[in-house]
């Protein structure tokens, strides 16, 4: 009689301590579910942790595949049966240039952040696995990145303006699965993870055909991303002299020349970052330029904003030209870098620009020249209103939408 064959392995209780850690102060949580078998596994185990919690449920219909309208209404069933309300968020890809599935995924990431933040979610999920991180790690590794890059899937992270949770890194795809199919649970396979014009696919593909442990490159991305918090720490005590006022950023120059290239190129990151509110960092190579600009003692532009050696600072200001081409804002919300209150119906936030400086006597502000031209203003069609960061003016009232935190998270940021 042959032996029975083991029952699968219960991913569960990993899982579990893991939300435990990563959320279990979270009164209220979303997850990301596109009907593969890792989402639904996702799924599945946060209804059953949630212990009073409020769990809810997004998928997004990229429309990129003819039945994924249906699938979409696969998951709001089975969210239902799991008595977690469910909502489908659709992106129209009509029009996007450029690499389809990037964006796609920073499309899949805007609509799941907007839906957190409607439902007042402290966090959304997401159903990565050891294998993402792995197949991450590869891809990173032929495209010759940095640490950042390759110690990618961390976690958590901040992005979108929403913090993201990946409570399966620990988990195998196989093993949740088989897990799946013990409990009888459905799920929807996605025919895209077989085509070969997909780089992931062929990741994949490329280290089952080399019998490439999943579990050991994914520990390998774990100890990278080690040592880029320890990267990432040292950055921090680089800039504890950081100084935010109106916008801009200064920094001791000193603290910077001693550093190594890496922490000097990581606080540059994060600085450009700041000043402009970008969710991605500006390229590598545009970054190193810059540094060695700035060692010379030049004054150098990065990614929509000026670098600037003063004495025995660093002054990163916003570019005058790139807050021109900022969209004008109505909400008061401008250029991913002003809150302005008090506007009137009729009226708009945009920069004041340099030829209106001269009549402000702009100089009593204590700003810089281009910092002026880069401030918020408000306008009336063609009429300036008023600039409150160069002359005070209620009821108008003008809050950077960063601060100091947030510069030190930028600075640690996955």
Not at 3 to 9: G, I, K, L, R
Not at 163 to 186: H, K
Request: with cysteine; aromatic share 4%.
């Amino acid at each position: 009689m042959a032996a029975a064959a083991d029952p699968a392995p219960d991913p569960t209780p990993a899982i579990r301590a893991a939300l435990d850690r990563l959320a279990g102060d979270m009164p209220a949580l979303g997850v990301a579910v596109s009907g593969g078998g890792d989402s639904v596994a996702l799924m599945r185990i946060m209804a059953g942790w949630a212990c009073g919690r409020r769990i809810m449920v997004a998928t997004v219909d990229h429309g990129l595949r003819e039945n994924s309208t249906d699938e979409a209404r696969q998951v709001a069933d089975m969210a239902r049966s799991l008595g977690l309300p469910h909502e489908t968020l659709t992106w129209q890809p009509d029009g996007m240039a450029g690499n389809l599935m990037a964006n796609a995924r920073d499309a899949r990431l805007r609509l799941l952040s907007d839906w957190g933040r409607r439902n007042d979610l402290a966090a959304v999920a997401l159903g990565h696995t050891a294998d993402d991180r792995a197949e991450t790690l590869m891809m990173r590794l032929a495209r010759g990145s940095g640490i950042d890059g390759l110690a990618a899937m961390a976690e958590w992270r901040d992005a979108f303006g929403t913090r993201w949770l990946r409570p399966m890194l620990g988990a195998g795809r196989a093993e949740l699965r088989d897990w799946l199919r013990a409990q009888d649970f459905a799920w929807i396979d996605d025919p895209s993870n077989d085509r070969d014009e997909f780089e992931r696919v062929r990741i994949r593909k490329a280290i089952a055909a080399m019998d490439l442990d999943i579990a050991a490159l994914s520990r390998a991305a774990a100890h990278i991303a080690e040592a880029r918090d320890a990267l990432s720490h040292y950055a921090l005590l680089a800039s504890e002299d950081a100084v935010a006022r109106n916008g801009s950023l200064t920094l001791l120059r000193r603290p910077l020349s001693d550093a190594p290239v890496e922490i000097r190129r990581r606080l540059l990151v994060a600085t450009c970052r700041w000043i402009t509110g970008a969710d991605y960092p500006p390229r590598r190579a545009t970054v190193l330029h810059a540094l060695d600009a700035v060692a010379t003692g030049n004054r150098v532009t990065l990614d929509g904003t000026i670098i600037e050696p003063c004495g025995d600072r660093l002054r990163i200001l916003r570019e005058p030209a790139a807050a021109l081409r900022a969209a004008p804002s109505t909400d008061g919300i401008w250029d991913n870098r002003w809150k302005i209150g008090g506007l009137r119906p009729g009226q708009h936030v945009a920069a004041v620009g340099f030829a209106p400086l001269p009549a402000l006597n702009w100089r009593l502000s204590g700003l810089r020249r281009d910092e002026a031209a880069a401030s918020p203003a408000i306008w009336q069609g063609d009429r300036l209103i008023a600039a409150p960061l160069l002359r005070p003016c209620p009821p108008f009232r003008s809050n950077p939408l960063r601060g100091p935190t947030e510069f030190r998270k930028l600075v640690m940021a996955h």
